[in-house]
């Protein structure tokens, strides 16, 4: 979908999310899988949007429209960030109750954040940064979300890679070609 020249992949999925390593021909050298819950990911994000009654294709960008990223719901269950989702408009436990843009970035950060977990576990690391390769790609459902994928390429200081291809397709695109190699 990327090419030849992809070093890291990002699958951003409903239940899962992955962090891929690889060779130059096209091997896995390294793979982080997310070891919780699928808090954070694509199904919490549409559960979300049916509670707030928003479009899953508007969320990821009006959760840009901030002055800047208020703190990530819980990244543990999406029980309790559903929850805190709640609380976040209520008066009785905020001082002042949060806009609803500023409710989307907490969950599009809070997806963003445990990405970022998921990258820091592949090699090689360096003390203290998270190393990817500029040569990044984004698959899975989420990868359409750019409230997500903005705030990770901001923390990993990249821009990814664009595909003409549907990146929710990725995992299908890569099963026909294996079975076309026989594989």
Known sequence: MYGPSVSTVIDLGAQTMKAIRLYEWYRVRDFSINDKCASGQGRNIEQICNLLQIPITEIGAKSLDVEGDPEP?????????????????????????????????????????????????????DVGEIMVYEDLGFTGGLAKNIGITKRIERELRVTALTSEYDPMLAGAIGAALLAVEGV
């Open 73 to 125: 719901v819980s990244t543990t269950c999406y029980a309790f960030a559903q929850t805190e989702t709640m609380g976040q408009f209520r008066p009785e436990f905020k001082a002042e109750p949060m806009k609803e843009n500023e409710v989307y970035a907490t969950h599009m950060l809070a997806v963003a954040w445990r990405m970022l977990g998921a990258i820091g576990k592949l090699q090689p690391l």
